[in-house]
C-alpha cells in the first residue's frame, strides 16, 4: 500500500447533499450551508457567473483557485468544480497542485482567513474580491508564501476599482503574521470551524481529543493506492479490510475462485458508490451486490468494477430503507451509511460550513432506519456491519448501542479492530490524529446460526 497525495477526483465518502438530494440507498438529508458560522462573510452566490468567468482566470493556478472558490461561495462544491476547472485547463502538474492546495486550504482556513482579513477590511467585499483575499491570506498564513508573490498576484485578479483596498488589507495581513504568532480570538476561529462543532466534539471526544482531531483534518489529506490499483483514504480501506475479515470467517468464498454465489454467501454493500469497499469485499466473496438509490452514482459503481475486472460484482439501484431482495439472502451485510461527514473534513473542506447541527440527529435517524432494514437479510451465521465516517457521539456509539440492544441475544458483537482503532462502545472509533487517516466508526453483530 502506496500513500499519496488525494487529489479532487470525486467523492469517496458518504456525505449528505444539499437540497434533499438522495443516495446510497436512502433518502439523503438535505443538510444546507446557512446554520454554520462562515468567518464573517456572506455569499453572495448570485454574482456567480459560471463559465464566463472561469475562462478569464483559469490560465494561472491562482487565478483558476479564485474562479473555484467564487463558485464553492456560490454553492458549488470543491471536490467537484475543482476537478471541472482542472480539466479544461492547461496547467502543468505543478501548478495544478498549487491550485488545489490554494482551493482546499483557503475553504478548510476559511473563518481564520475572514477574521484576518476583517481586521483590515471594512463592509462586504464583493465575491471575486472575497475569493482573491481568502486565496492570499492562506498563502501568507499558512502557506508562508512570499508576500510580494502573494498579494501581487491576488490583487491582479481582482477588477481595478478594488485592487489599491485589497493591495492594503493583503500587505497588512502579511506584516501582522510576520510579526509573530497570531493571537485568535478563540479555538474556533483558530482551527477555523463552526462554533457548534467544536462544542459538539468536545463534549463528545473531550476538548483535547476534539481539537487534536479537528487540527489534524486542517491538514492536507492522504489516501493510499490499493495493491488492485483503487485509490482510498487509509481509514476507509481500514474498514474494509476489517469487514473483509468478518467476511472470510463467516461467508467464505467459493470453490475455485468462482463467481457465483449461493444463498446466504453473497454480500451486499447497501450504501456502495463510489465503490471503495464494495470492490474490496469482492475479493473476499463470491458476489458482491453494491446498492445506491442513485442511478448515476451506481454507474460510478460499475466503471469502478469493470476498471479492476471485477466480474463479481453487481451494481444495483435500490433503496436501503426497503431493499427489494428476500430474508436471509446475503451471508454479510455492509451499511457504510450516510452522516455528518464530520470524520471526513480533510478531504471535504467545504462540509464544514454545510452541516448543521440539526443534522446529526436527523441522520441518526436515517442510519437507525437503515439498519433495521439490513438485519433481516442477513442469513443465519452472517454478519452485519455498521460504519461511518463522523465523530459524533449520537452516529457512533449512540447507533451501535441501538443496533447490539435490539439484536441481542440472537447475535454476537464481534470483537472490534485493535489499535489504532480505540473501543468505543460495542464497536471501535478511528481518529484523525491516531493515525492520519479519516475518522471512523465500525461496529460488527454476527447471527446466530440456526439451532445455536
Keep these: 500500500m502506496r500513500e499519496i497525495a488525494a487529489q479532487p477526483t470525486g467523492p469517496e465518502r458518504k456525505i449528505p447533499q444539499r437540497g434533499g438530494s438522495q443516495r446510497g440507498g436512502s433518502q439523503r438529508g438535505g443538510s444546507q450551508r446557512g446554520g454554520s458560522q462562515r468567518g464573517g462573510s456572506q455569499r453572495g452566490g448570485s454574482q456567480y457567473r459560471g463559465a464566463e468567468l472561469d475562462v478569464r482566470l483559469a490560465g494561472t493556478a491562482r487565478g483558476l483557485a479564485v474562479a473555484a472558490l467564487v463558485a464553492v461561495d456560490a454553492g458549488e462544491r470543491a471536490n467537484e468544480i475543482l476537478p471541472r476547472l482542472l480539466a479544461a485547463s492547461s496547467l502543468d502538474e505543478r501548478d495544478r497542485s498549487f491550485a488545489t492546495e490554494l482551493v482546499y486550504g483557503a475553504v478548510r482556513m476559511q473563518r481564520a482567513c475572514d477574521w484576518l482579513i476583517a481586521r483590515f477590511a471594512r463592509g462586504e467585499l464583493e465575491p471575486i474580491v472575497r475569493a482573491a483575499a481568502r486565496t492570499g491570506c492562506y498563502q501568507l498564513a499558512f502557506m508562508r508564501v512570499p508576500p510580494y508573490a502573494a498579494v501581487s498576484e491576488a490583487v491582479d485578479l481582482c477588477p481595478r476599482r478594488a485592487r489599491p483596498l485589497l493591495n492594503a488589507v493583503l500587505r497588512r495581513v502579511g506584516e501582522l503574521v510576520a510579526a509573530g504568532p497570531v493571537q485568535w480570538p478563540d479555538a474556533g476561529t483558530r482551527l477555523s470551524y463552526p462554533d457548534w462543532v467544536l462544542r459538539r466534539l468536545s463534549a463528545d471526544l473531550g476538548r483535547e481529543r476534539a481539537l487534536a482531531a479537528l487540527a489534524k483534518m486542517d491538514e492536507a489529506a492522504v489516501v493510499s493506492k490499493r495493491d488492485d490499483g483503487y485509490v482510498q483514504d487509509p481509514g476507509s480501506q481500514a474498514v474494509g479490510e476489517q469487514v473483509a475479515r468478518w467476511a472470510d470467517e463467516r461467508v467464505g468464498t467459493a470453490p475455485g475462485g468462482a463467481t457465483g454465489c449461493g444463498r446466504g454467501r453473497s454480500v451486499f454493500d447497501m450504501c456502495a458508490a463510489p465503490g471503495g469497499k464494495a470492490t474490496l469485499l469482492a475479493a473476499h466473496a463470491p458476489f458482491v451486490v453494491a446498492g445506491d438509490l442513485s442511478a448515476a452514482r451506481s454507474r460510478v459503481v460499475a466503471a469502478n468494477a469493470a476498471r479492476l475486472g471485477l466480474s463479481n460484482l453487481g451494481p444495483v439501484v435500490a433503496d436501503g430503507a426497503a431493499p427489494p431482495f428476500r430474508p436471509g439472502s446475503f451471508g454479510a451485510v455492509l451499511v457504510d451509511a450516510p452522516c455528518s461527514g464530520l470524520g471526513v473534513l480533510r478531504r471535504r473542506p467545504d462540509a464544514r460550513w454545510r452541516v448543521r447541527p440539526e443534522d446529526v440527529a436527523r441522520l441518526a435517524g436515517l442510519q437507525r432506519r437503515l439498519l433495521a432494514a439490513a438485519v433481516p437479510l442477513v442469513a443465519p ?62 461496529i460488527g453483530l454476527r447471527r446466530r446460526p440456526s439451532g445455536a
Excluded: F, H, N
Excluded at 418 to 432: I, K, T
Design 381 to 442: 451465521g452472517g454478519l452485519i456491519a455498521y460504519s461511518v465516517c463522523t465523530l459524533t457521539k449520537e452516529e457512533t456509539s449512540g447507533v451501535g448501542q441501538w443496533l447490539a440492544a435490539r439484536l441481542v441475544p440472537g447475535w454476537e458483537i464481534l470483537p472490534p479492530p485493535g489499535p489504532p482503532w480505540e473501543p468505543l462502545g460495542p464497536g471501535a472509533l478511528l481518529l484523525p490524529q491516531s493515525a492520519g487517516t479519516d475518522g471512523m466508526y465500525l
